[in-house]
C-alpha cells in the first residue's frame, strides 16, 4: 500500500497548470487533511512546494484560495526558521503576488518568525524580504500595510536581531516610503518609536539620524489628525524612561502643557483633549510627579470630571485611574485633597447613571482606585483607601445593588471590586453591617451566569479563609454558613423535597 508521502508525490508530479489543476489541488487537500500532524511533519520538508506555488499564477480566485490552504497546512509543520531559509524565494515572490490572500499568507509566517526570538535572528538576515516589507507599510490596502508593520514593529523588540531596521538600506526605503502621505509616514515612525522604546542606544541612534526629530514640531502643526497621531506615538514613547527623558529634553513636554491650555480654551482645539489626557494620565502613571510639576493638566483633568460632556467626563475619570494603579500614583493623587474628594464622589454617582457602559466605566475606575495588592502590609495605602471608599454613600449597599442587575459586565465589576477588599478588616466590617449582603453572595440562584458566580463563590471562600478571629467580625452562625458553602462547592444545588398525595376514590 503506498504511504501518504508516495501519493503526494503522484499528485504533484502530475500537477498542471491547464483544467485540471483544480481537480488535482482539491484531492491534494483531502489528502493533507487525512494525515495527522506528527506524519505531516516527517513528510512536509520532502514535499516539492515550488510546484504547488506555481499554481498560484492564474487569476482564477478559487483556484488561490485553494493553492493558499494547501500550502498554510503544510507550512504549518515546518519549523519556522527552515521554512524562511528553504523558501526565501517563495516568500519573497508571495509578497509581491497580485493577490492579497498570497500575501496575508506569507505575512502569516513572517509574523511568527518576528514574533519568535531564534527565528527573528534569521528573519533578519533576509534583507530582501524586510525591504519589500517596508515597501508594504506604504501600501493602499490598509490590512496589508497593517500586516507588515506588524511584522516590523515585532522585530523592533528584538534586541539585537533589531538593529537591521536602522541599517542604510531599510533606512533609506523608510525615507522613500514615508514621502508618500501622511499615513505612510506615521505608519513608519510607530514601527521607529516601538525601535526607540527598547534601549536608550536605539533612541540617541534615531535621534542623530534625524528619524524622528520632526515629531516634536507635529505636535503643534495646524493640522488637528497630523496633531492627534503625533500625541498617539509621543505617549508610546513615555512609556519607557529614557523616552520620558527625551521629550522632556526636547522641551515636548513642556509645549503640550501649553497645548492643554489652549485646547480647552478653544473649540476648534478640543478635539486634543482627549489625546493629550492620555499622554499626560501616562506620564504621571510612571512618573506620578507630574501632577505636581503640570498643574494645569491636574486641574484640567479635575475639572472634566465635572464636565457636563460624558466624553470628555469619561476620558479624566480613566485617566485618573490609570495613575491610581500604582502607590506612588495613590500618593500623589491623595495630596490633591478636596479636588479628589469631589472627583471621588463625582464617579460614586456615575454608578447609578441611566448608561450601563458609563457605569461600567465608572466601576471599574473606582476599582484601580481602591485596588490594594492582597499581599500588602503598607498601612499608610490602607488607611487612604479606605478613607476614599467611605466618600461613597453606604458603598457596600451601592455595590449590592449593582451585583442585582440584568447586565453581566456590572455584576462581574461590582463583584471584582468585593473580591479585591476582602482583605482589608474594615471592608468586612462594611459587608457584615449590610443586611442581607451575606444571604446574597450565599445564594446560587441569585447569579444566571456562569463566570459571576464562581466570583460570587471566590469571594465567600476568601472570606471564609481571611477571617481575623481577633476582629470577631463575623458571628460564629455567619462563619460556619460559609464554611458549609464552600464545602458544598461553588456548583451545590440543594434537593428539593416533595411530598405525594394519594387521590381519593
Not at 472 to 482: E, F, H, N
Amino acid at each position: 500500500m503506498a504511504s501518504p508521502l508516495d501519493e503526494m508525490t503522484k499528485l504533484l508530479a502530475g500537477l498542471s497548470l491547464g483544467s485540471s489543476c483544480m481537480k488535482t489541488l482539491e484531492s491534494l487537500r483531502i489528502l493533507l487533511a487525512s494525515v495527522s500532524l506528527n506524519e505531516l511533519k516527517d513528510y512536509a520538508p520532502k514535499i516539492d512546494i515550488d510546484r504547488i506555488y506555481n499554481c498560484l499564477a492564474t487569476s482564477n480566485r478559487d483556484q488561490i484560495d485553494l493553492t493558499c490552504e494547501i500550502l498554510k497546512r503544510i507550512l504549518g509543520t515546518i519549523p519556522i526558521g527552515h521554512a524562511l531559509n528553504k523558501y526565501e524565494d517563495l516568500f519573497l515572490k508571495g509578497l509581491t503576488h497580485s493577490e492579497n490572500r498570497v500575501k496575508e499568507l506569507i505575512f502569516q509566517e513572517l509574523q511568527m518568525a518576528a514574533d519568535d526570538k531564534l527565528a527573528c535572528e534569521q528573519l533578519s538576515t533576509k534583507m530582501e524580504i524586510l525591504l519589500t516589507c517596508v515597501q508594504l507599510v506604504g501600501s493602499d490596502e490598509e490590512s496589508i500595510a497593517g500586516k507588515a508593520s506588524k511584522v516590523l514593529m515585532s522585530l523592533a523588540r528584538q534586541g539585537s536581531s533589531a538593529n537591521v531596521l536602522i541599517s542604510p538600506p531599510i533606512v533609506e526605503e523608510m525615507r522613500i516610503v514615508s514621502r508618500k502621505n501622511d499615513i505612510v509616514r506615521y505608519r513608519i515612525y510607530d514601527i521607529l518609536i516601538t525601535y526607540c522604546c527598547v534601549s536608550q542606544d536605539n533612541l540617541t541612534f534615531c535621534e542623530e539620524n534625524q528619524l524622528i526629530n520632526s515629531l516634536s514640531a507635529e505636535v503643534s502643526t495646524g493640522d488637528i489628525l497630523v496633531q492627534l497621531n503625533a500625541l498617539e506615538l509621543i505617549t508610546t514613547l513615555a512609556s519607557c524612561q529614557h523616552g520620558r527623558h527625551y521629550l522632556e529634553r526636547q522641551g515636548i513636554i513642556q509645549k503640550l502643557a501649553g497645548n492643554l491650555d489652549e485646547a480647552t480654551a478653544d473649540p476648534l482645539a478640543s478635539l486634543l483633549v482627549p489625546g493629550l489626557m492620555k499622554f499626560f494620565g501616562a506620564l504621571a502613571h510612571f512618573q506620578p510627579d507630574i501632577l505636581a510639576k503640570y498643574p494645569n493638566f491636574t486641574n484640567t483633568m479635575f475639572n472634566l470630571i465635572d464636565d457636563p460632556d460624558i466624553s470628555l467626563r469619561m476620558i479624566a475619570i480613566e485617566t485618573l485611574s490609570f495613575i491610581a494603579i500604582g502607590r506612588d500614583g495613590k500618593l500623589a493623587l491623595n495630596q490633591q485633597g478636596s479636588k479628589l474628594e469631589i472627583a471621588i464622589k463625582t464617579i460614586g454617582s456615575l454608578f447609578t447613571h441611566a448608561y450601563n457602559d458609563v457605569r461600567l466605566k465608572a466601576l471599574n475606575s473606582f476599582a484601580e482606585l481602591t485596588h490594594i495588592p492582597s499581599t500588602t502590609t503598607d498601612e499608610e495605602l490602607q488607611i487612604i483607601v479606605e478613607r476614599w471608599f467611605h466618600l461613597l454613600d453606604k458603598p457596600i449597599q451601592l455595590i449590592m445593588n449593582i451585583m442585582k442587575q440584568p447586565f453581566k459586565d456590572l455584576r462581574f465589576s461590582s463583584l471584582s471590586i468585593l473580591l479585591q477588599l476582602v482583605d482589608q478588616t474594615w471592608a468586612q466590617k462594611l459587608m457584615s453591617q449590610q443586611p442581607g449582603f451575606l444571604e446574597f453572595l450565599l445564594d446560587r440562584r441569585a447569579e444566571p451566569d456562569k463566570e459571576c458566580l464562581e466570583l460570587k463563590f471566590n469571594v465567600v471562600k476568601k472570606l471564609s479563609e481571611s477571617i481575623n478571629p481577633a476582629a470577631t467580625i463575623w458571628s460564629d452562625y455567619c462563619m460556619a454558613q460559609m464554611r458549609d458553602h464552600v464545602r458544598e462547592g461553588c456548583w451545590f444545588a440543594r434537593a428539593q423535597s416533595a411530598v405525594a398525595f394519594e387521590s381519593g376514590p
